[in-house]
């Protein structure tokens, strides 16, 4: 069964601090990648996804992220945080089927 | 912008009893989806919904759960006999529109389920 690890439960920086979130899946064959993000009070939100192609992608809010197939890796990436980008970001796949598995989220506090 | 809805935002409810979650998803969606979080823990699949009957389910979903799209637009999730460990966040989430490839799923606010 495919699983999603995300690195880090906690993230505290300070605002311009760049951030970069871990996100490692297992399954072998074909993925389709996705974070997602939740604000305080709010839903899921997609930042941005990966089906083909440019395995740099790039999202809402100046996220992007980066596929790297042989590392089975997703990582989301954001140069100059902001006190905004305070939420739980969570890395998700679909493999067979139509279902999402979630890694465990990411809470990030951005101290302004 | 388009939203998935969900109704109630929070359902206090006492163990055995029967639960009703309600969801609106994106009018022109055809798959509707909902997952859970218990707290402190991930996100995970229920269960999947497309053409009037469940494409894929996971090992939650028991005989307990059930879904249904009563009408053209509500998309329900009804535990019939809830239990302590039911306690938990429920999302609805809704994609692909007719004539385009699946793409990212929409999720609502979610429904905050305790069991007492």
């Known amino acids: 069964a495919q699983s999603v690890s995300q690195h880090n439960h906690h993230v505290i920086l300070s605002e311009a601090a760049s951030l970069e979130l871990g996100c490692n899946y297992s399954y072998g064959g074909t993925v389709n990648l996705f974070w997602y993000v939740q604000y305080p009070g709010q839903h899921l939100q997609l930042l941005l996804k990966?089906?083909?192609?440019?395995?740099l992608v790039k999202g809402i809010k100046g996220f992007e992220a980066e596929f790297i197939k042989s590392k089975f890796s997703f990582n989301l990436r954001k140069p100059s945080v902001q006190w905004s980008d305070t939420a739980e970001y969570f890395c998700a796949v679909k493999a067979a089927g139509n279902k999402l598995t979630f890694g465990g989220g990411t809470r990030v506090l951005v101290k302004p | 912008e388009p939203e998935v809805t969900q109704t109630p935002s929070h359902q206090v409810t006492q163990m055995g009893q029967e639960v009703i979650l309600r969801c609106v998803p994106i009018?022109?969606?055809?798959?509707f989806y909902w997952y859970r979080q218990i707290l402190g823990q991930k996100v995970e699949f229920l269960v999947s919904?497309?053409?009037?009957?469940?494409?894929?389910k996971s090992e939650i979903f028991d005989d307990q759960f059930s879904v249904e799209r009563p009408d053209g637009s509500n998309f329900t999730l009804k535990i019939r006999s809830t239990k302590l460990e039911d306690s938990a966040m429920y999302f609805c989430?809704?994609?692909?529109?007719?004539?385009?490839?699946?793409?990212?799923?929409?999720f609502g606010p979610g429904t905050r389920l305790t069991v007492l």
């Open positions: 989430a809704s994609n692909g529109e007719a004539g385009a490839l699946r793409n990212e799923q929409f």
């Open positions: 919904f497309y053409n009037n009957e469940i494409s894929e």
């Open positions: 009018s022109n969606h055809l798959y």
């Open positions: 990966y089906f083909s192609g440019d395995p």
